[in-house]
């Protein structure tokens, strides 16, 4: 953080392009931390994640599913998870929260949607499809081992899924718009 503020607009991230997760999460950061540094857009983030391992961007915000293979095999530090409690996948890692960023929680989650005025049925059904493959042991262990965190039980319902979109909309918007970031 230090040297951060000390070299503004120096040091580079990778992202996965312009308003992506990762670029999002930069600023976030930045905002928090008072801090200025360069972003460098990819096309996705597998080509970042590549640039960081080689040297050539300087850090990353990155899903665990992406970052924690490199990790293990030592091509990449972590410094911090941006969550409230420590990683399954890495539990070693510590949280922002215990590395001095209290409160600084960033996710990058995943839903399932269906077009409006589908039947109701037709969404329960989607639904318990959903939540049987999510409770399989070998599931599970799957996407724990690549760093998916899978919600509770109670949070994988359509109803749940709604309010952590508008949550996040609430959260995300005024960064993206006070940012200028576009669609393309």
Known sequence: MAWLKANPDTATEGT???GSAQHLGGILFQN?????????????SAPAMQDLVAGHVDWMISTPSDAVPQIRLGNIRAYAAMSKSRLASAPDIPTVDEAGL???????WAG???PRGTPKAVVEKLNAAVTEVLADANVRARLADV???IPSRDQQTPEALGALQKAEIEKWWPIIKAAGIKAE
């Open 147 to 149: 760093g998916f965190e």
């Open 16 to 18: 996965a392009g312009v």
């Open 102 to 108: 209290p409160g600084l929680y960033f996710s990058n």
């Open 32 to 44: 928090a931390t008072s801090t200025r540094f360069q972003f460098v857009p990819y096309r996705g």
């Open 112 to 114: 399932i949607w269906a």
